[in-house]
T-cell receptor, first 114, second 106 residues
Framework: ETGVTQTPRHLVMGMTNKKSLKCEQH?????MYWYKQSAKKPLELMFV???????ENNSVPSRFSPECPNSSHLFLHLHTLQPEDSALYLC?????????????FGPGTRLTVL | GENVEQHPSTLSVQEGDSAVIKCTYS??????FPWYKQELGKGPQLIID?????GEKKDQRIAVTLNKTAKHFSLHITETQPEDSAVYFC?????FGKGTMLLVSP
């Protein structure tokens, strides 16, 4: 698990708060991802930064804002969240190539919105 | 976009039995299929993967089979142990299945 680290591991916030999730990968990869994992739902891809280009899921609300200052760091800025945004937020990284795109996940941030 | 269906959603077996989890995908262009294991409080961890140029791959008690024509792939775990209990996800990246909760009883 030390390949991809995430902080904080747990976060409780009110709907009016602003917070940020942080992810760091130590694997030398060139792509990073944010996923949302809710109970009884598949992993939902939110954002991808691949080869310095951002690809996003158009269904993600604007209250989630990603930032990728370099290939090793990824942030998810949160503001004016709703209780239904409570979930496990997973960061992943991969080395994009033609034959494989294995993603390595961090431990996640358990977010609770009150 | 890609659609991945995974079955069953839960699977209970006795220690020593085999477990099989099946997935189907929709995009015939997909050529890489990993399987992940997620234990409580942890992120998904890759356990085995297969590329479209092979039909089967085995790693000790774990094997994966791929049928490109039918667009389905399966995870097989033999001689299951209690520590195999976890949620297993298939994927046709970046799309994941909904997961299978495997419970191995001693």
């Amino acid at each position: 698990e030390t390949g991809v680290t995430q902080t904080p591991r747990h976060l409780v916030m009110g709907m009016t708060n602003k917070k940020s999730l942080k992810c760091e990968q130590h694997l030398g990869h060139n792509a990073m991802y944010w996923y949302k994992q809710s109970a009884k739902k598949p992993l939902e891809l939110m954002f991808v930064y691949s080869l310095e280009e951002r690809v996003e899921n158009n269904s993600v609300p604007s209250r989630f804002s990603p930032e990728c200052p370099n290939s090793s760091h990824l942030f998810l800025h949160l503001h004016t969240l709703q209780p239904e945004d409570s979930a496990l937020y997973l960061c992943a990284s991969s080395q994009v190539s033609r034959s494989t795109d294995t993603q390595y996940f961090g431990p996640g941030t358990r977010l609770t919105v009150l | 976009g890609e659609n991945v269906e995974q079955h069953p959603s839960t699977l209970s077996v006795q220690e020593g039995d085999s477990a099989v989890i099946k997935c189907t995908y929709s995009d015939s262009a997909s050529n890489y299929f990993p399987w992940y294991k997620q234990e409580l409080g942890k992120g998904p961890q890759l356990i085995i993967d297969i590329r479209s140029n092979v039909g089967e791959k085995k790693d000790q008690r774990i094997a994966v089979t791929l049928n490109k024509t039918a667009k389905h792939f399966s995870l097989h775990i033999t001689e299951t142990q209690p520590e195999d209990s976890a949620v297993y996800f298939c994927a046709a990246p970046p799309t994941f299945g909904k997961g299978t909760m495997l419970l191995v009883s001693p």
